[in-house]
């Protein structure tokens, strides 16, 4: 079978909805050797991939209707959710691991990863999107409830955006009324990277867009993560609706 470093999944479905998934897999591809390098249990880490990220868009895309796009490669191959001159891109250092593949890559090996892996991804993206006007990007992610010595994160929930809140602000709101949640504005992360798959897709097209980040303690089972998104696809409905024609 030969591989491809995206998916796919519902593409014939109508709904204004597209659900992304940038940090879907811990894939290393076949001609990496399907190995960085690293143990079991760092490929297993949120430092590989996000965590439970994947269950939760495929559920809400199934609940909304929409096509979801999820890259099939670890972000330590090559970061999709980032651009092709942030110095983040291809991480030889993360969270206390090294990453011994990326070590000695150099310029001609990141440049090769991005033409292998980034930019199929990103293709496939911007075809999804482009084929409705009125399309609303939705950005799933999971975050960790703790980084090394870093105080604990509150929110089971947060919302990032950049300048365009037309969406993030009725969903935030929506969150906000849901008794049993904390929930952040551009927490755990903000709201804009340049160059990352919001600003790339949806911020320099003038796009609907919003980017859930969601804990990853939540979401480690396929049950949680179709609660989660059935959930979300309400919430997300309804705070469509609220968004000015």
Same mark, same amino acid.
């Given at each position: 079978? *030969? +591989?491809?470093?995206?998916? &796919?999944?519902?593409? =014939? ?6 659900? *992304? ?34 269950? &939760?868009? /495929?559920? %809400? ?7 979801? !796009? ?18 983040? %891109? ?26 292998? +892996? ?8 911007? =075809? ?9 990007? !939705?950005? &799933? ?16 929930? =947060? ?23 904390? &929930?952040? /504005? ?21 796009? %609907? ?5 969601? /804990? ?30």
């Amino acid at each position: 079978m *030969t +591989y491809c470093p995206f998916r &796919v999944e519902g593409e =014939g479905r109508q709904s204004r909805f597209l659900i *992304t998934c940038d940090h879907a897999a811990n894939t290393v591809p076949p001609e990496l050797g399907g190995t960085l390098g690293l143990p079991d249990g760092d490929m297993a880490r949120h430092i590989a991939y996000d965590v439970g990220a994947a269950g &939760v868009a /495929r559920a %809400l895309g199934a609940a909304l209707g929409a096509p979801v !796009v999820l890259s099939d490669f670890s972000r330590l191959v090559i970061d999709p959710n980032r651009g092709e001159d942030d110095p983040t %891109l291809l991480m030889k250092l993360y969270d206390g691991s090294v990453i011994p593949a990326n070590r000695h890559a150099d310029a001609a090996e990141k440049a090769r990863r991005i033409e292998a +892996y980034h930019r199929p991804y990103h293709r496939a993206l911007e =075809g999804l999107a482009a084929r409705r006007e009125d399309v609303a990007i !939705v950005s &799933v992610h999971s975050f960790t409830r703790q980084l090394r010595g870093r105080p604990t994160r509150p929110w089971h929930v =947060g919302v990032l955006h950049a300048w365009d809140a037309r969406l993030s602000d009725p969903l935030i709101a929506l969150l906000e009324a849901e008794p049993d949640l904390v &929930v952040g /504005r551009n927490e755990p992360y903000p709201g804009h990277l340049p160059g990352d798959a919001i600003d790339r897709h949806a911020l320099k097209h003038g796009r %609907l867009n919003t980017l859930l980040e969601i /804990r990853n303690d939540l979401i480690e089972t396929e049950t949680a993560q179709a609660h989660w998104g059935d959930r979300l696809a309400d919430l997300l409905t309804r705070a469509l609706a609220q968004v000015p024609d």
